[in-house]
């Protein structure tokens, strides 16, 4: 769907077999229903129906199945396990998209007799370019480029409809049979070229996950008016141009552009790149926010850059990461023709999983018939395992690099994964062993550990407030800590709750809920939006005064001792480096640094 595959779906295909009108007319054929099976059907009609709170991809995908009715731990493992690999490769795609988009709207100018040499640099400074202006939020991005793209489907549809009226036989192409034919007919060698066709349909697993930034509406309202009926158009303006001059197929969009109007259209269509690239982009910040939020990912600093939708993100490390990975891989292919070349195969491996999740929750969420089930499944698997297949050819030509890049991610994940869950069990674990709650002293209205209570001692008390954030599922793990290490907690405590709603900025009458469970302690609730800052003392001031208070904070620390399994440790001791560096919660309140103690406890693993 990209500006890239205009340029290279034909081309692609017609290395692979010789060009002949029929073929030509198969071909488009074969690329017009796949634009209206997976793009159109499957997602616009299917899987955008599968939102979770309005946020779109494989991760609110597995949130919507693991909701739905009660699994088995297997079940749940292995929806997690397919969620991580295709968030993975989606990843993976995140750094090929913009490589491949900016590259080849460059080496358009060779046309105009540009240099060779000329275009990795200046495709170069046009990446970094979009990538120093994330901070800026998608919104900004597209308030500006909004009118670019209307204005350049506008020209490859006008563009498609004055060759059409060339011929306008090209139209025969809708029907379905010219695509089996041509498959058929030209036997293996035209089922590889299937690889070369999937390239139209690169960027849809990206348009699910924008919608969280986007919103479902206006990207399903976008592609069914604008952009599905203008690549169209364009495909079967270029299929009537080579159907008569197949020597065109080489550069086929720039080819078809008359002379006088080349250079509007070149500035458009590296526009268009740019802005391409910015929805993969988004869609990679989308998804790891996602996966930080179901504890898939380590914590990462991000910022929310619009106060309208709660899916707008930044986050710097991911995007000097992801920008990084792209220059390298234009500086390794040095041209598009090369990256095509490795590209898609990750982007199949997402289509593929996300048919099976989604059936899944057709299932178990909307609980349709198992016909339905099946026959949704097997109809969409078997041309996306078609697909596949072909695209499995590329290896050799470079796709094991996206497969490398693809499973690089995926490891993160699951060692994220397998580590938090192992941890999580000894926290719990050195809970119960330590078993220290919040209690009332009978006649003294004091907090106690609950062992001392049956020993009848009690906790010395020093002046004070002290508030312990907790968790939502129970007593401070801050306090038990506490308390454990000093025998001790002060004469006022406070057992403070902070959640994030997925609004822009929570009403003040709202914000607050307090429980006062006895004269020297409260448990206060607090609510913010994710646009505001976490301005802790401020949201409570008429309520207690923390401005002289302590605000305890826990964190745990990773150990990885030799008690696991010799072949499991190199994964945790990435865990426990992913783990010492990635951002905690104490970083996001805006409360002074004298105001806050922060509670270390080593966790072994």
Not at 25 to 51: E, H, N, Q
Not at 455 to 466: E, I, N, Q, S
Not at 503 to 508: A, I
């Amino acid at each position: 769907m990209t500006k890239f595959a205009l340029r290279y779906v034909f081309s692609t295909i017609f290395l692979i077999e010789a060009a002949t009108p029929d073929r030509v007319l198969g071909a488009c054929s074969c690329i017009l229903w796949s634009l209206f099976l997976i793009p159109t059907l499957k997602y616009i009609i299917f899987v955008f129906r599968a939102d979770h709170h309005g946020e779109g991809g494989t991760f609110p995908l597995r949130s919507l199945i693991l909701s739905a009715s009660p699994m088995s731990r297997g079940g749940r493992i292995l929806v997690t396990l397919m969620a991580i690999t295709s968030a993975g490769f989606l990843l993976g795609d995140g750094a090929f998209t913009p490589a491949v988009s900016v590259i080849s709207a460059v080496e358009g100018l060779t046309v105009a007799n540009l240099p060779v040499s000329y275009v990795l640099p200046i495709a170069i400074v046009i990446l970094l370019i979009l990538f120093l202006a994330q901070f800026i939020g998608v919104s900004k991005i597209g308030f500006t480029f909004g009118p670019i793209m209307l204005l350049w489907f506008f020209t490859i549809g006008a563009l498609g409809i004055y060759h059409i009226c060339s011929d306008p036989s090209v139209f025969r192409a809708f029907s379905p049979h010219y695509a089996i034919l041509y498959i058929v007919g030209n036997g293996f060698r035209g089922y590889l070229t299937l690889s070369a066709v999937f390239l139209c349909m690169t960027g849809v697993e990206a348009m699910y996950a924008d919608i969280g930034q986007l919103t479902k509406g206006s990207v399903t309202v976008s592609w069914l008016v604008i952009v599905y009926p203008s690549l169209v158009l364009q495909y079967l303006g270029q299929t009537a141009v080579f159907m008569t001059k197949p020597d065109l197929i080489g550069i086929p969009f720039f080819n078809i552009v008359p002379t006088p109007l080349f250079w509007p259209v070149m500035i458009l269509a590296t526009l268009a790149t740019v802005i391409a690239s910015q929805a993969m982009i988004s869609g990679t910040f989308s998804v790891v926010s996602q996966a930080i939020g179901q504890n898939l990912f380590p914590r990462l600093r991000m910022k929310h850059t619009s106060k309208h939708t709660y899916g707008e993100i930044y986050i710097p490390s991911i995007n000097v990461i992801l920008c990084i990975i792209t220059l390298a891989l234009m500086i390794a292919f040095q041209s598009s023709a090369r990256l095509v070349g490795a590209y898609g195969l990750g982007v199949n491996i997402v289509l593929v999983l996300t048919t099976i999740l989604f059936s899944i929750y057709m299932r178990r969420g909307w609980h349709l018939n198992w016909i339905f089930v099946f026959s949704f499944a097997g109809f969409f698997l078997f041309i996306e395992l078609a697909f596949l297949i072909t695209n499995f050819s590329k290896v050799p030509e470079g796709a094991w690099v996206a497969l490398v890049i693809g499973f690089a991610w995926t490891l993160i994940m699951l060692i994220w994964y397998y580590g938090s869950h192992i941890q999580s069990q000894e926290v719990k674990r050195m809970n119960d062993k330590n078993d220290f709650s919040l209690a009332k002293e009978n006649e003294n209205s004091r907090l106690t550990p609950s062992e001392d209570i049956e020993m009848g001692k009690a906790l010395v008390h020093f002046p004070g407030t002290g508030a312990f954030v907790s968790s939502l599922n129970g007593p401070p793990v801050a306090f038990n800590y506490f308390t454990k290490a000093t025998g001790a907690c002060p004469a006022n405590v406070i057992q403070l709750t902070v959640k994030i709603f997925p609004v822009p900025v929570v009403p003040e009458l709202d914000r607050i809920r307090v429980t006062t469970m006895d004269p020297s302690f409260m448990h206060v609730h607090l609510k913010f939006g994710y646009f505001e800052k976490l301005d802790i003392i401020g949201a409570l001031k008429e309520v207690v005064d923390l401005e002289n208070a302590t605000i305890y904070i826990s964190r745990e620390d990773v150990i990885v001792t030799h008690k696991r399994n010799f072949l499991i440790r190199p994964f945790l001791y990435i865990y426990e480096t992913m783990n010492r560096n990635s951002a905690h919660a104490i970083e996001d309140y805006k409360v002074p640094s004298q105001n806050i103690l922060e509670l270390g406890v080593c966790v072994a693993l």
